[in-house]
């Protein structure tokens, strides 16, 4: 089915086009920056902006520093479909590592993360359209029913996260398709326009005293005795701590990281305003989706409900949305032929990170802290991560987590360019034809 573009179709998020969208924040003049600070932070997503938040307000002097517009990376690319990710932990390959302990501490943990961020949108009454409107997440093939059943109830031993069974009878209640083989409805997951988050974030940080600057990329992090020097466009800057937050962006200068995160990239369109009918024939209830699909796709209505928002796999080199955008559409009304007709107002794409064994991690590698590879699962998890590695600066106790004893491994001759992702594409989507 070939992706019919409107007349307004644009190759740019949705969400920054959407007007509700409070003005740009003002970067903080680079030439006014002082020659040191307490810390550095090199990266403007959800990450860095939630560390550089807690930081200025324990009273520390924090630039941060990004390569392009805050938030110009995943941070306002992504769906904004929000939950404790547990489906991204890699459960089984973990707990024959490390064992069980271990892996049920990073499941509470993943609860605490969503719940904190939750906590903390409401708290600090950030306008972000949260909305706790449940995920409904479909069986693909008749035997991956019992596994989502299985799965639920495995976690409810572990935590309290409830789950509703949905069988194939019911399950056009929750999603106008007869595509899948009954689902799992997660009821206390939730969505956010994260552009509104990022904005609601920049603001804070800025009204806390953060010097936010805009389009200076950081070239180069030397370290001298117990100093470091960041180099950045237009100049240099020495500082106490550097925080490395730059996940699926990660480039040149931080090899090491680097050679550390699979970068993949993820797209997403967005349907033409649709009526009330067409986006509740999708999605009855208004809820966010998935399915159990190994090259997944993700979707949801837009926080106005008027959109239906569609995510998922990205082909080829750079930003290529001839390529992904009819991918994506064929997707959809392979699912929901109902949405034949409706044209595509935009199409967009960003960079996630991957981990070699499929866990986010935080740390301290060469004096830097870091947080980064939420393997496209990190909403919740880059501003809960933002806090911990903050805490971590400032040296205290709750800045601990129960990721910070995986390894944060590599594999040999690995450089950060993961040559091997389209046989493993090619693979998975096998995968997927044969419903493993
Ligand atoms: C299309 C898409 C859909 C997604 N959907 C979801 C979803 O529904 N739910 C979910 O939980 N997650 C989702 N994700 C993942 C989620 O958006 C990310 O995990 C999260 O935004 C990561 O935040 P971050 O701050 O760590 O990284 P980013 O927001 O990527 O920020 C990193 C920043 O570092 C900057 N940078 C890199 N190098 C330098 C340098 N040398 N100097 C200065 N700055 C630098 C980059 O410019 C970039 O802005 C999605 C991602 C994409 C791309």
Known sequence: MLAKHSSNYTNAPYWLADKTVAAPVISFNRAEL?????????GGGFTG???????????????????GDLGSGASTRTGGMLGPSFGKLGVNGLERQYGRDQVHATIRESLVAFDWLVYFIRDEQIDCDLSICGRFRGASHPDHYAGLVEQAEELAKIVDFPAIEVSRENQREEAGTDAYYGGIVYPTDGVVHPAKLLRGLCQIARREGAMLVENCPVHG????????????????????????ATNGYTGGPFGKFKRRIIPIRSAMIATEELSEDMIKSVSPKLRCH?????????????????R?????????????????????????????????????????????????????????????????G???????????????????????????????????????????????????????????????
């Not at 040191?36 to 932070?41: G, W």
């Not at 902006?49 to 390569?67: D, N, P, W, Y």
């Not at 590599?410 to 046989?423: D, E, H, M, S």
């Open 34 to 42: 002082p020659a040191q600070v307490d810390v550095v932070i090199v």
């Open 49 to 67: 902006l939630s560390a550089a938040i807690t930081l200025v307000r324990a009273g520390r002097s924090v630039a941060l520093f990004e390569a």
């Open 221 to 244: 992090v030397e370290k001298h005795n117990n100093r470091f020097e960041v180099g950045f466009s237009g100049g240099k800057i020495a500082a106490e701590h550097v925080i490395i």
């Open 290 to 306: 998935g399915g159990t699909e190994r090259l997944v796709a993700y979707y949801r209505p837009s926080p106005d409900g008027r």
């Open 308 to 372: 239906i928002l569609f995510g998922g796999r990205a082909f080829g080199r750079g930003d290529q949305p001839g390529r992904y955008a009819p991918y994506l559409f064929d997707f959809m009304t392979r699912l929901f032929p109902q949405l034949a007709s409706a044209k595509i107002d935009y199409a967009w794409s960003g960079m996630i990170a991957y981990t070699f064994d499929h866990v986010p991690h935080i740390g301290v590698m060469d004096g830097m802290h870091y947080a980064m």
């Open 374 to 436: 939420y393997c496209g699962s990190g909403v919740g998890r880059s501003n809960y991560f933002g806090r911990k590695i903050a805490q971590r600066v400032l040296g205290l106790d709750e800045g601990k987590t129960a990721f910070d004893d995986f390894p944060f491994k590599t594999r040999p001759f690995y450089t950060g360019k993961p040559w091997f992702l389209p046989a493993i594409m090619k693979w998975h989507e096998f995968a997927d034809r044969q419903g493993w």
